[in-house]
């Protein structure tokens, strides 16, 4: 067993002379007191039985203690094993060997199976796997109800859960009408209004906006710190893992690395290797490093980073005049190309005429470019998936007018035809498969347009390869076999194969760890250069849109705010942050050092811009050597 209150950093790799990483078995310090733990898990080993190949190993061997009260962080590549042990500690699974032990209650025994999920709420990846019923308040009620609490008592937390969701505006909304974001955001409610002892919540901001990320952050962190409530978070997102009292860093089903954030994040080689990545603040301290700058501390926040970096401006004198937010020769702008899509003046109403009407778009009107890379943002629920719904006809406009590819949406004729020109990949990919092997899903479209057998096969064979899947490898897999990150590579290749003119993609990297992450990206960007193809990007992260994107469009409240590039959007960031979204990680710590007097950019798009213009303010004797003057 583990002690958690050891601060020595566990790990399950060691490193090579040569610089190689090979895994070696966790080191384990001596068995802690008892009385202070909530979960204590012994020899966890599960496997999951299948008929072909046959068994699948998902955790071997895994040992962890979990304190009262302490806020804990999982964090591996996909198919590492975080949502199966994160499901055994309610006993929604159980071991195949070894032991889980939830407030000293055995998992393994049927008598106790009701008391530990009292205990332990549990919030899943998808959120459509919780939703029950046919009103948002009544769903955020059920398990109140079920404990047995006096009505009155299940009203004063329902009404709690739903502000503390930002859901209370729709109490009386139907879930189904709901963005992808808002179920979240409901599901967790339903498991506040339960206010359990420990919460487990796998991937929970996954389809949240900047502010519903921080709100729900800020949420799990006022319970732990003042109500003493475990929180046991699931996450891709480093940021989110900076924020515990521990991280435990798990790939292939064992443990690899545990310990406080600071322990965990220097472990970068590590971590790099699993296809994890630091949090941005550390990545910019660590190049700063590199340039011979004396950075103290772990730099896990944007505070500390800046703390940090003013801390080292004793003595400097700064430059005057204000400080430009557009360098010269700023790139990523638009060429001068056709446009592809031309939306007017477009209005959508949901169940209009009924108690459930919502305006999704109000009046929007927006040209969209042969060629270019169009990122969509905007808080949940503003539109965004709506939007994008019209592009291939499966909306249709309430008011306006819609030109797809020179052809008019309204014409119902050639709505029936759009799926060739402009492909769709949902914000779940699992959602648009259908056929028994990944083969015949990706040539569904190819064959429905009438091609020959060989050029079916040419078609599904270049679309997998493009979306970064060996044909011969999972072609004649169940898509439904395929990890997540290979989910969206097929249900993206399913539309590749049809090769369309316009391609667009509703939060196509939730989900991912940082690895598939960058793969998927890099993929569009490929397929964007080497045939042309529109690129329509539906995000929550800011980051994707910096790196990527030629133009940003901004939804608010089924409006549209902004067109720009994205530095010309991000330059406006308090009009931004009340919409509830936000501006890259890097930009916002250049905001933060210009307010505090420093002159730097806060145009900044990449950690590797905000570290080439801090090091421009850092003076001389703040590098590592003998204190002289060193040179550039």
Same mark, same amino acid.
């Given at each position: ?17 040569? +610089? ?23 020899? =966890? ?14 955790? &071997? ?28 500690? /309610?006993?929604?699974? #159980?071991?195949?060997?070894?032991? *889980? ?44 109800? /079920? ?8 009203? @004063?937390?329902? @009404? ?115 296809? #994890?990545?630091?949090? @941005? ?15 103290? +501390? ?9 703390? @940090? ?29 056709? &446009?592809?899509?031309?939306?007017? /003046? ?27 890379? #169009? ?5 949940? +629920?503003?539109?965004? &998936?709506? =939007? *994008? ?28 035809? #759009? ?76 539309? =590749? ?56 469009? *901004?939804? /608010? ?76």
């Amino acid at each position: 067993m583990i002690d958690v209150r050891d601060e020595t950093l566990v790990t399950g790799f060691v490193t090579e002379g040569n +610089g190689s990483v090979r895994h070696n078995s966790v080191s384990h310090v001596s068995n802690p007191t008892t009385h202070d733990c909530f979960i204590e898990v012994t020899g =966890l080993t599960h496997i999951y039985y299948r008929a072909k190949p046959g068994e699948c190993r998902a955790l &071997s061997g895994v040992d962890l203690t979990i304190k009262k009260g302490e806020y804990l962080a999982v964090v591996g590549p996909n198919g590492s094993g975080k949502s199966t042990l994160a499901r055994h500690f /309610n006993a929604l699974l #159980l071991p195949s060997s070894g032991k *889980v032990l939830v407030d000293g209650l055995d998992t393994n025994q049927p008598e106790h199976i009701w008391e530990i999920r009292r205990r332990v709420g549990m919030v899943f990846q998808n959120p459509d796997n919780q939703i029950i019923s046919s009103l948002v308040e009544e769903d955020v009620a059920f398990g109140a109800e /079920n404990l047995g609490l006096l009505p009155a008592q299940v009203r @004063a937390r329902v @009404a709690e859960a739903l502000e503390q969701t930002g859901l209370t505006g729709f109490r009386l909304h139907a879930p189904h009408l709901l963005s992808g974001g808002q179920k979240q955001r409901l599901a967790i409610a339903g498991v506040l209004a339960m206010q359990p002892t420990c919460l487990v919540l796998d991937e929970p901001t996954a389809m949240l906006d900047p502010a519903g990320r921080r709100e729900l952050l800020n949420t799990l962190e006022r319970l732990n710190r003042s109500f003493g409530i475990t929180v046991v978070l699931v996450t891709h997102f480093m940021e989110e893992a900076a924020r515990a009292d521990r991280v435990l860093v798990l790939a292939a089903g064992k443990t690899v690395l545990m310990g406080t954030p600071a322990e965990v994040f220097s472990q970068d080689k590590i971590l790099e290797e699993l296809g #994890l990545e630091l949090p @941005a603040p550390t990545q910019i301290a660590r190049g700063l490093k590199r340039r011979g700058f004396l950075i103290p +501390g772990a730099s896990l926040t944007p505070d500390d980073l800046v703390k @940090a970096v003013l801390d080292k401006q004793i003595g400097y004198e700064e430059a005057g005049g204000r400080f430009s937010c557009f360098p010269k020769g700023s790139t990523r702008t638009v060429p001068l190309l056709p &446009s592809v899509i031309k939306v007017e /003046n477009l209005t959508h109403i949901y169940a209009p005429g009924t108690p459930f009407q919502v305006t999704s778009l109000d009046n929007v009107s927006l040209e969209i470019y042969k060629g270019e890379f #169009l990122a969509v943002v905007g808080a949940t +629920g503003s539109g965004k &998936s709506t =939007l *994008v719904q019209h592009f291939n006809g499966l909306l249709k406009p309430t008011r306006g007018k819609l030109v797809v590819c020179g052809l008019d949406v309204s014409d119902k004729q050639v709505s029936r035809t #759009l799926w060739r020109k402009v492909g769709l990949v949902f914000q779940r990919p699992e959602q648009q498969f259908f056929e028994e092997t990944v083969f015949d899903d990706v040539a569904f479209g190819p064959r429905n347009m009438g091609l020959g057998k060989d050029e079916v096969k040419e078609r599904v064979e270049e679309a997998l390869r493009l979306a970064g899947l060996d044909p011969l490898q999972v072609g004649q897999l169940s898509p439904y076999r395929l990890s997540g990150g290979m989910k969206r590579r097929a249900a993206i290749a399913g539309v =590749l194969a049809l090769r369309p003119e316009v391609l667009a993609l509703d939060e196509p990297t939730a989900g991912l760890d940082p690895q598939g992450r960058r793969q998927l990206l890099d993929r569009l960007e490929n397929v964007r250069r080497e045939w042309g193809v529109t690129i329509i990007l539906v995000t929550h992260s800011m980051e994707e849109v910096g790196l990527l994107a030629g133009r940003v469009a *901004v939804l /608010n409240r089924g409006r549209l705010s902004m067109v720009g590039t994205p530095r010309e959007v991000f330059s406006r960031a308090e009009e931004l942050r009340e919409m509830g979204l936000d501006i890259p990680i890097p930009a916002a710590i250049m905001t933060r050092l210009q307010a505090a007097g420093k002159p730097v950019r806060t145009d900044i798009l990449s950690n590797s811009e905000a570290e080439a213009e801090i090091a421009k303010i850092l003076p001389e004797t703040g590098k590592q050597g003998d204190g002289s003057r060193a040179s550039r």
